[in-house]
């Protein structure tokens, strides 16, 4: 197995035992070109994972499209063998953020305590 595909595979693993709906989107044909590698959705949280393999990094095209996923309020990763297993601890940290008595609480460190 390539390692790209081995990055891809252990982030899926890890979606699908989070319970987060996620699909590899089509790019060739009808389908947008510099969509991130998995598309995917947690607690109604909007998420796009652009996996690569080694140093190698996102097209620039890869790089706009993360950037307007960050613009409107999504999760954009990049993640390769390095970082993947820290895939579960982004997208839950991105979706602890609460309001409370309108103070936006960041739920990192609750999130350690409760591990």
Known sequence: MK????????????LKNMGAYYFYPITGGYGGSGVPDIVACYQGKFIG?????GSNKPTPLQEK???DITKT???ALVVNEENMHTV??????????IEVEGKEI???NIYKMMQ
């Open 3 to 14: 390692p790209e595909a081995r990055v891809k595979r252990t982030v899926t693993s890890y």
């Open 49 to 53: 994972i652009e996996c690569k393999s």
């Open 65 to 67: 499209n993360l950037r």
């Open 73 to 75: 309020e999504g999760l």
């Open 88 to 97: 579960v601890d982004e997208i839950v940290k991105f979706t602890a953020i």
């Open 106 to 108: 960041d739920m990192e």
